[in-house]
């Protein structure tokens, strides 16, 4: 498994984003005392599109985004992946440009089961967005 690099994505990772090709790769987290299991996957190109999907999970849930990016979104992304932010966390150019593109409903679906349920509560600004 490959450790991400401080954008939050691993460099292995990188490489196979670029030109779209299968690829999936499983990080496991601590978080303000939660534990997270984020499972990315690069699914290949599907005509015009990259697609991607990433489930973020949790003792008490899981969130699933899965997106279809064209090959400008995917050039852009990729370009966001090169950049070095100066620390981790909301400020992180690269989430920035990431978050962007995956909270835009044209272009990623997202499901959540379970979150916030048990007792378990954290500020959303901490959960990862990508």
């Not at 966390?89 to 379970?114: A, L, V």
Request: overall charge positive.
């Amino acid at each position: 498994m490959s450790a991400p690099q401080e954008n939050g994505f691993s460099g292995k990772f990188v490489k196979k984003f670029k030109n779209c090709d299968v690829y999936s790769e499983p990080f496991t987290f601590n978080m303000y005392g939660t534990v997270f299991h984020d499972y990315k996957q690069i699914m290949g190109w599907n005509g015009n599109y990259c697609g991607y999907k990433q489930i973020t999970s949790t003792a008490n849930g899981q969130l699933i985004v899965t997106c279809n990016f064209n090959k400008t979104i995917v050039n852009t992304l990729y370009n966001a992946l090169l950049l070095k932010p100066d620390k981790f966390g909301k400020d992180n150019p690269t989430e920035k440009i990431w978050q962007k593109y995956m909270h835009n409903p044209e272009i990623c679906k997202f499901e959540r089961s379970e979150y916030y349920t048990k007792g378990f509560n954290v500020d959303e600004k901490y959960l990862p967005d990508f």
